[in-house]
C-alpha cells in the first residue's frame, strides 16, 4: 500500500516562506496525482492544490493562489508545497494525499501530516 511522508514543517513569521515535502518511500509516485490539504484548529479539511501525474497544476483554494505552488520531482520520487508570504490563518497541519492520474474531490492514501504555524 502507498505511504505517504510529509515533512518541512515548523514555526515560521508571518510573511516568511516554508516548503513542504510529501515522499512516498516503496512506491513510486510517478503515476499519482497528488493533492495538498490542510486543517486549521476548529475547522474542516480544505483542499490547496493538485498536481497530476502529467504535471498539471490545480488550485482548489482562493486562499493561497499566488502564494503557494506545487511542484514535484520524480527521480527524488517527492512532491512540494512552497509557501510564501505565509499568513496567520494559514496555521494547520497539512496533509498530502494521493491518487493514480488525475486530480479528484476524492483521494485514497493519506500521509499522517505536518504541523505549520505562523505566528510572531
Known amino acids: 500500500q502507498l505511504q505517504l511522508v510529509e515533512s518541512g514543517g515548523g514555526l515560521v513569521q508571518p510573511g516568511g516562506s516554508l516548503r513542504l515535502s510529501c515522499a512516498a518511500s516503496e512506491f513510486t509516485l510517478d503515476y499519482y496525482a497528488i493533492a495538498w490539504f490542510r486543517q486549521a484548529p476548529g475547522k474542516e479539511r480544505e483542499g490547496l492544490l493538485c498536481i497530476s501525474s502529467s504535471g498539471g497544476s490545480t488550485n482548489y483554494a482562493d486562499s493561497v493562489k499566488g502564494r503557494f505552488t506545487i511542484s514535484r520531482d520524480n527521480a527524488k520520487n517527492t512532491v512540494y508545497l512552497q509557501m510564501n508570504s505565509l499568513k496567520p490563518e494559514d496555521t494547520g497541519v497539512y496533509y498530502c494525499?494521493?491518487?493514480?492520474?488525475?486530480?479528484?474531490?476524492?483521494?485514497?492514501?493519506w500521509g499522517q501530516g505536518t504541523q505549520v504555524t505562523v505566528s510572531s
Open positions: 494525499a494521493a491518487r493514480r492520474i488525475s486530480c479528484h474531490t476524492y483521494y485514497d492514501y
